[in-house]
């Protein structure tokens, strides 16, 4: 997989819903939901910044801990951030119980790349 081109993908997408969050749905969501909708483009940020970083370690540690992280990464976007994007626009408070797991797939993935990259000199 090309972790910088996912990374870059997913930051792309943020700026994408952090724009629409801030000019189409403030006028739309509750305080609360709008905040909830911002947590989730501010972790995808953060996790695609975390995946172009990855890509940068590509050649310096083995490409199966790349791709575990990557992958770790992209679920816990997909999940966490899925989730609470879902549950900001729809109020279907049942999503809510998915965000855990992405957020699990984040502090997996940080531990992973972490505990990979301390023989990199």
Do not use: K
């Given at each position: 997989m090309r972790w910088i081109s996912v990374g870059a993908f997913l930051a792309g997408t943020a700026v994408i819903l952090g724009a629409f969050g801030a000019h189409a749905l403030a006028a739309v969501l509750s305080d609360k939901s709008l905040h909830t909708f911002q947590t989730?483009?501010?972790y995808q940020f953060f996790h695609a910044?975390?995946?172009l970083g990855l890509g940068l370690c590509s050649g310096k540690l083995p490409p199966k801990a790349i791709n575990t992280t990557g992958w770790l990464f992209l679920l816990g976007?997909?999940?966490f951030c899925g989730s609470l994007y879902?549950?900001?626009?729809?109020q279907w408070r049942w999503v809510g119980m998915i965000t855990p797991l992405g957020?699990?797939?984040?502090?997996v993935g940080w531990f992973h790349f972490g505990?990979?990259?301390r023989s990199v000199k």
């Open positions: 989730a483009v501010l910044l975390g995946l976007s997909l999940l879902l549950l900001a626009v729809t957020g699990l797939c984040f502090i505990f990979q990259a």
